[in-house]
């Protein structure tokens, strides 16, 4: 009986040294290394259009251009700070016409080559109902694009405004035409294409085994310079601290987004990581629902009264709430914004926290405490309110916790109803709510979120608020139209979100910073914030550096 | 017999048809809402309403379910919503993920199992048996899941003896296809195996050296000693042989395990089966892999059950059926 557990413990032991000896192959030098990501997502479709995953934008960034893309400053006004990819160079014809040139070396990974007719179908595609694109809305503003020549692309606008440039590039990723015409445009959303994708960027698709792993090769013939990293390898995860755990144990070499403080430690503690922080693209508040819990029409008993909600935002010390769940990796924001805005700005004037004050003006509402129960009450009502958390997010249910525990010291009692995503998701989007923990990633524009979110155009979408102030709107419209220059458009901006922040529809509580984990042996690292992956072409392995992995020929 | 076998398999169809139908009515009854935007995402309702339209979503219920039971009769299990690919292919994927992973941790629970509880009976009260009964007590104690992350510290980030996560190696082997793989697919199965297996073989453990003494009291192991029978025979023929029936009935309980896996443990080891599979559809309301999940999972257990009254007929003859009834 031991002698057979014996045996089959040293059976064990024979299988793990055999399996854990890697076979270092014959590749050395500069154009070696393999990158392995841990990823807590998986794509669904590997096309562009029909896809808002952020592992489809990471791994379509190695695999599809874009015209032009964002630099490090990820200024959206204007176009002096974007950087040529798809399109070699472009120029103004009007005010409203913008005129793409196409590198006429770029070249699709089966060999054809990329023209502007790739361009036109794109946006064609991206703009066609059928398809059901995402980013459909964000390109309403651009009236067509057309092919002048197989090496020009013509975009018009509707209008002139200050992120025409950034709208014309930024959403679309250049799709292969002479692939993709026969697909009927209503079957994109499970397109074959979209398994085996054929792209024009850095780096070419090689497989994709669902579940576990996907693999892409570098293009050595890439236009814009060979890749330095051969093979890129996405490991999917279910969750960031199981990514953390396969990090640490040397199966992975990079991770986006740490998260919480735990995983900064655990990682930090592994010496062959090296950890990059960069600005943060999300940020999260406690929203108040304006109008009666399902019923649109009606002012909320509490929260439609403007004095209560800024009573409620003076009661919680945001500060101490971000430092107990976030430690140091995260900012108060000073309104509806992440960092990674240009227009993040500590100094836009925000309701201070003062909980004498906060007191003072519910009992000047006729919100006091006449039954003693520690939880004040006006004409037989409670000041009680429920509010929705998704289960899912640890971070959001730690502030609910530490907000209740903030609210009662004023007086005020809050519920906590933790439901799962897809309820939290249908709940807010029927109104079916007092309050709720928001969380929201952004793009680098301001636009499309301060107009979604917080905008009447907004209402029936992502306003679920139902925040309505006309002040606002003009500001919006000021800022994101006609032509302003970047500093007319930050004091518009900066007027539009003080106009929120004296409303309070909402208390803003946290813009976590983003930290990145990446093995230390990759050299001349840059983590964009935006799309954290997207510069991995230009990353480099030292020869010296080299481990078995990176050497290793399949 | 052949009667009642047709008349078990007849019912087995009905009890799997109802759950499926149960299934999908509850699923589209619940709240949610599939077609989400990935998390902290504003979702836009245009591009909500033209994917529920373009999955038939925006029709009746009964008109959805006579169009899936037409397509079920087809072989074709549908669309799923989140994965963007056919039903079918998801699952292919995922159940060999399954059976392997539950596949190793049930023979490493029953023969492990089996052969601790046979020892102990055998040693009853003595220090082995003492031994043991406080170390599967133990074992049996721990949540899987608790004992799946110790197993990850000490030999994936600590010794970094096995691997921490995943079905295999992605730089070597994205794909079990030589023999270097097949061993790479061991090594990555040992750890959440062992943590499945080695909780449920002390479970059966305990089960078994119960078993095998409450037989050992019977009349008949006595005549079988009164009568000469070497001790070997008496244990193997008489003893272990009574004292299986109650393993066959916890072995066809055990059956749909192999297909629907272990959510927890598949989530810690970052294995791609069922278990993670339905609870991905379901929190993402997936609607056709959450029927087609259930489906699988209902057949299995229908399967499992037939499987072990057949077993139990096999072993023990007065259960058999009589020819006329």
Redesign the interface.
């Known amino acids: 009986m031991l002698g057979a557990m014996r045996a089959t413990f040293l059976l064990l032991i024979a299988v793990a040294t055999l399996a854990s000896c890697e076979r270092p192959g014959g590749c050395t030098g500069a154009y070696c290394g393999t990158l392995v990501f841990v990823s807590p997502g998986e794509p669904d479709i590997l096309l562009p259009p029909v896809s808002q995953q952020v592992s489809t934008r990471d791994i379509g960034d190695q695999i599809f251009l874009k015209l032009a893309d964002i630099g490090p400053s990820t200024n959206t006004i204007g176009d002096e700070d974007f950087q040529p990819q798809l399109a070699e160079r472009w120029e103004w014809d009007g005010p409203t016409t913008l005129v793409f040139h196409v590198d006429p070396r770029a070249r699709w990974h089966d060999g054809q080559p990329v023209t502007a007719a790739d361009v036109a179908f794109t946006f064609d595609a991206y703009n066609d109902p059928a398809v059901a694109s995402p980013f459909r809305n964000a390109l309403r503003r651009v009236a067509s694009v057309t092919a002048r020549d197989s090496a020009t692309a013509v975009v018009r606008f509707r209008e002139r405004y200050p992120e025409m440039f950034f709208d014309a590039v930024y959403h679309m990723r250049i799709l292969p035409a002479h692939l993709l015409r026969g697909v009927p445009r209503d079957q994109w959303k499970t397109a074959a294409f979209g398994r085996q994708p054929v792209g024009d960027g850095p780096y070419r698709f090689v497989s994709w085994h669902a579940g576990q792993s996907l693999e892409l090769q570098a293009d050595s013939t890439f236009f814009l310079g060979r890749p330095a990293i051969r093979r890129l390898i996405w490991r999917f995860t279910p969750n960031v601290p199981v990514a953390v755990t396969q990090l640490v144990a040397g199966e992975g070499d990079a991770l986006e987004y740490l998260g919480t403080p735990d995983n900064v430690s655990r990682v930090r503690a592994a010496q062959q990581m090296t950890l990059y922080p960069y600005r943060g693209s999300s940020y999260g508040y406690l929203g108040f629902n304006l109008t009666v819990n399902g019923d649109t029409t009606q002012p909320h008993p509490i929260f439609g009264d403007r004095q209560v909600r800024r009573a409620l935002t003076m009661a919680v010390d945001r500060a101490r709430l971000l430092t107990s769940v976030f430690g140091d990796l995260a900012k108060v924001p000073p309104g509806p914004m992440s960092q990674l805005w240009w227009i993040w700005d500590p100094e836009i004037r925000q309701l201070p926290f003062d909980t004498v004050q906060a007191a003072r003006v519910l009992a000047s509402h006729g919100w006091r405490d006449s039954d003693h129960d520690g939880i004040r009450d006006r004409a037989g009502q409670r000041l009680s309110f429920h509010v929705l958390v998704p289960s899912t997010s640890g971070v959001r249910k730690q502030y609910a916790r530490l907000l209740q525990e903030q609210f009662r010291t004023v007086g005020v009692q809050m519920e906590i109803d933790e439901v799962e995503p897809s309820v939290f998701q249908e709940r807010a989007g029927a109104g079916r709510f007092d309050a709720a923990l928001f969380g929201w990633t952004t793009d680098p524009s301001p636009s499309s979120g301060l107009v979604q979110l917080w905008s009447r155009s907004g209402f029936g979408g992502s306003n679920f608020l139902r925040y309505d102030n006309a002040t606002y709107d003009q500001l919006v419209e000021r800022a994101t139209g006609g032509v302003l220059t970047r500093e007319q458009a930050r004091t518009t901006w900066r007027r539009a979100i003080e106009t929120i922040n004296d409303d309070a529809p909402a208390i803003f509580l946290f813009a976590p910073d983003g930290v990145a984990a990446i093995h230390s042996r990759v050299a001349d690292v840059n983590v964009r914030p935006d799309s954290w992956w997207a510069l991995v072409r230009t990353w480099r392995i030292p020869p010296d550096r080299l481990i078995d992995r990176d050497r290793v020929e399949r | 017999m052949a009667a009642w076998l047709v008349r078990r398999v007849a019912a087995s169809i009905a009890i799997v048809l109802a759950v499926v139908t149960l299934t999908f009515v509850l699923v589209h009854l619940a ?4 077609f ?12 909500t309403a ?2 529920r339209a ?1 999955f038939h979503l925006d029709e009746p219920i009964p008109v959805q379910y006579i169009a899936y039971l037409g397509q079920l009769a087809r072989g074709n299990l549908g ?1 799923s919503f ?4 056919p039903v079918a ?2 699952l292919a ?2 159940v060999p ?1 399954t059976l392997l992973l539950a596949g190793a941790a049930l023979l490493l629970d029953f023969l492990l199992g089996l ?1 601790l509880g046979v ?1 102990q009976a055998l040693r009853v009260h003595r220090l082995p048996d003492i031994i043991l009964g406080n170390a599967t007590l133990f074992i049996y104690s721990f949540p899987t899941f608790w004992l799946g992350l110790i197993l ?1 510290l000490v030999f ?2 600590w010794l ?13 082997c ?2 079990a296809d030589s023999l ?1 793989c097949v ?2 697919r ?2 990555h199965l ?1 750890l959440p195996a062992l943590t499945l297996g080695l909780v449920g073989a002390a479970g059966t453990a305990r089960f078994q050296r119960a078993a095998m003494l409450e037989v050992a009291g019977q009349d008949y192991i006595r005549t079988a000693r009164a009568k000469g029978a070497r001790e070997r025979r008496v244990v193997l023929r008489h003893q272990l042989r009574n004292a299986l029936l109650s393993f066959i009935t916890r072995f066809g309980l055990a059956f749909p395990f192999l297909l629907t896996g272990a959510v927890l443990i ?3 080891f ?1 294995w ?1 089966g069922m278990g ?2 339905a609870t991905d559809a379901i ?3 997936d609607y056709p892999v959450v029927t087609a999940a259930a489906l699988l999972a209902s057949t299995l257990v229908v399967l499992g059950n037939l499987l072990a009254d057949v077993l139990l007929a096999v072993a023990d003859p007065r259960l058999r059926v009589p020819a006329h009834a």
């Open positions: 709240p949610g809402t599939p989400l935007p990935p998390p902290e995402t504003p979702a836009d309702p245009a591009v033209r994917l373009q669309l989140a994965l963007r690919r292919d998801a994927e995922a993920n052969a020892y990850v994936g980030e970094r003896w096995f691997p921490v996560a995943g079905v295999g190696d992605p730089v070597l994205p794909a270097r061993i790479d061991l090594w040992t598949e989530t810690i970052a791609p993670r599979l929190l993402r309301r």
